[in-house]
């Protein structure tokens, strides 16, 4: 039967079944990340960007596909994390700016849609680069475009768009070669597959085979409460405090076939699973499991629920981002000042040094929990700013976020696009709360190319990158966004890196140690670089902060 228009119910069919789809696939994005670091977090963004969205459109109750549209677009707008986040989000503001005030859309009004979607898309982007999400999105698009003018059939163009998505997505490696060379396609352009997938489930009313729910309102409401309890207790906690860092939750469908699948045991299965961190909750109605642990390695739950099935839903939350959003949402309004700072950071010591800088706000996040615009809103609105802000994104992961933020505020907000840490420290410097946002953005960008910033973290798969042979759990050492290190020994891989960053200008080193880094592991690094150059000053901070081991500037 041919389908000829989409109604506002069949539109919510969409978002859901594309929300849905989406996050069951989160953490499958989150794995194609090129760099073998723990800062996948495509898959994560994208779900959270979507999810913001579904929520406002059900809870608008309009009949016209164009209001919902809208709906999508404002809660996707401020829900948006990340880059491939962002870009989600202007992929739908111009697919609702096609559909305004329309009651219900034809197969022409969909193509339309996506195609604007694209040319909004496009243009929010810089430097557009082919190879990602965009290229999925405009060959989508055009594949869209191309069957609207054979057929008025909705569920034919929708199917269309997925297919040239699909297209599209396989071709990605040739078009970027880090892409290539590691062995994946476009994370951000998967995501929008599925997404576009979701799509078309939605408009044929298909059912994800894995879209099954189990009847266990007790132990949601148990999470629900043991969240609220750590909550509580964790206020009086340093972040660093917190043993497992990671909330992980899992949906095991038992009935699926799977290679060597072993007999399931609840009791055994509890056994294993406690073994593996705290707050442990598993159920099950012998057909489907689901489990909440707090955790320091979700990979090795996931790897042990998948011996009894397949996997649902994923679900993983950085408890360790979490406290620190706690205890900045317990702050209360900054004194009302003419020019307000936000940063975003995470590490207690970070934080303060940003603090002692003059920032009037920090935003918790950076690698692997980017803040969303709404986050970044809220900032603004709490930083008692009377006349301007100046933000400091530290990630190029959240400087598009940032700018949306800047968009939609009342009050003129610069945009400083730091990097890293270290640039936004540097760019503190050359703050005059006397000058303009403009004459700001200027100063304080001024110095960020002569900024040398190395991260220590480990590498989390076996590949290679560039020249440089990635062995899974060795030391990475990263220069500017580069591997240039990889080692076993931990104090090895940072002074490696921080020989790679000298030159006859170094001056000062300024080392910070994360969570997972101690002073004395530190001090070793100090003691090895003075053997060899009795010329440089150092300086370290306890940082706290997750991800890194440490973080370095070279000046």
Request: glycine share 8%; aromatic share 4%; proline share 3%.
């Amino acid at each position: 039967m041919v389908l000829t228009e989409i109604n506002s119910d069949q539109f919510r069919d969409m978002v859901r079944a594309a929300t849905h789809r989406m996050g069951k696939n989160a953490e499958f994005v989150n794995k194609l990340n090129v760099f073998p670091v723990p800062d996948g977090d495509t898959g994560t963004n994208m779900n959270l960007t979507i999810e913001s969205g579904a929520k406002a459109v059900n809870e608008n109750l309009s009949e016209s596909v164009g209001d919902l549209t809208e709906s999508l677009s404002k809660g996707m707008l401020m829900g948006a994390r990340g880059n491939s986040g962002v870009i989600t989000s202007q992929l739908f503001r111009g697919f609702y700016k096609a559909t305004e005030g329309k009651k219900a859309l034809t197969a022409q009004d969909l193509a339309d849609a996506f195609a604007n979607g694209v040319s909004t898309a496009y243009k929010a982007v810089m430097k557009p680069v082919e190879g990602t999400i965009l290229t999925v999105a405009r060959v989508a698009a055009e594949e869209g475009k191309n069957k609207a003018n054979e057929t008025d059939d909705v569920s034919e163009v929708m199917r269309a768009v997925v297919d040239g998505a699909k297209k599209a997505l396989k071709t990605t490696p040739d078009l970027l070669p880090v892409l290539k060379q590691v062995g994946v396609v476009d994370s951000g352009g998967q995501g929008l597959v599925f997404i576009y997938q979701g799509f078309l489930e939605g408009i044929l009313g298909e059912k994800d085979n894995d879209d099954y729910q189990l009847d266990e309102g007790e132990m949601d409401e148990l999470i629900n409460a043991a969240h609220h309890q750590a909550e509580s207790a964790q206020v009086q906690l340093s972040t660093s405090d917190i043993k497992n860092g990671y909330c992980t939750e899992i949906m095991v469908d038992l009935t699926a076939d799977v290679p060597n699948k072993e007999k399931f045991d609840l009791d055994q299965f509890r056994e294993h699973l406690s073994n593996l961190g705290d707050s442990l909750l598993a159920v099950s109605d012998g057909e489907v499991a689901k489990v909440h642990v707090h955790t320091e390695h979700p990979g090795d739950v996931f790897t042990y629920g998948k011996k009894f099935g397949q996997l649902g839903k994923i679900k993983i939350d950085n408890m360790r981002i979490q406290h620190e959003t706690i205890l900045e949402n317990n702050e209360e309004q900054e004194e009302s000042v003419d020019f307000a700072v936000i940063a975003v950071a995470s590490g207690h010591g970070i934080r303060e040094l940003f603090k002692s800088e003059g920032v009037n706000r920090i935003i918790s996040g950076g690698q692997t929990m980017n803040p969303s615009t709404k986050d970044i809103m809220d900032a603004i609105t709490k930083s008692g700013a009377k006349k301007a802000i100046m933000i400091l994104p530290n990630n190029g992961n959240i400087i598009m976020a940032a700018k949306q933020a800047a968009e939609v505020s009342d009050i003129p907000v610069g945009i400083v696009p730091t990097k890293t840490i270290s640039q936004g420290l540097t760019a503190m410097l050359s703050f005059d709360p006397d000058a303009s946002v403009e004459e700001n953005v200027e100063a304080m960008s001024e110095d960020l190319d002569t900024v040398k910033s190395g991260e220590v973290t480990k590498a989390i798969r076996d590949t290679k990158i560039d020249d440089i042979q990635v062995k899974k759990d060795d030391y990475l050492g990263i220069v500017d966004g580069t591997i240039e290190v990889d080692n076993p020994d931990l104090v090895d891989t940072t002074v490696s890196m921080i020989e790679k960053m000298l030159d006859e200008d170094s001056e000062i080193i300024t080392i910070m140690y994360g969570s997972d880094a101690t002073r004395e592991e530190a001090d070793a690094v100090v003691k090895k670089l003075e053997a060899s150059h009795d010329d440089l000053e150092f300086e370290i901070h306890d940082g706290g902060q997750p991800v890194y081991y440490f973080l370095v500037s070279v000046e």
